[in-house]
Nanobody, 124 residues
């Protein structure tokens, strides 16, 4: 059974940093593209960042470009999201997700597996 487990969320002041991790229990992790999404109360889940299976290509939402960095370690079955210069509007539950075909990485419906999420709260 595939499991994705996020960690690293918490409460941080505006301007601060957090690093999210997502460990994936799947033998073929290195063949999956990975993404991070977030969802705030009353708002539809939105794309944050994605990375190709090899790590050679990355994609970001305009709202986080230049502040967030996605990376992966295929030897550890782990994907990361480094979040710097955090803003109160970044407050949300952050989810990692795995996508098998490397297509449509900006769309939540493209992803095959999801984690349970980790809360990120940024105070002003």
């Amino acid at each position: 059974q595939v499991q994705l487990v996020e960690s690293g969320g918490g409460l941080v002041q505006a301007g601060g940093s957090l690093r999210l991790s997502c460990v994936v229990s799947i033998r073929t992790f290195s063949t999956y593209a990975m993404g991070w999404f977030r969802q705030a109360p009353g708002i539809e889940r939105e794309f944050v960042a994605a990375i190709s299976w090899s790590g050679s290509s990355t994609y970001y939402a305009d709202s986080v470009k230049g502040r967030f960095t996605i990376s992966r370690d295929n030897a550890k079955n782990t994907v990361y999201l480094q979040m710097n210069s955090l803003k109160p509007e970044d407050t949300a539950v952050y989810y990692c997700a795995a996508e098998a075909y490397g297509l449509g990485l900006g769309k939540a419906r493209s992803y095959n597996y999801w984690g349970q999420g980790t809360q990120v709260t940024v105070s002003s």
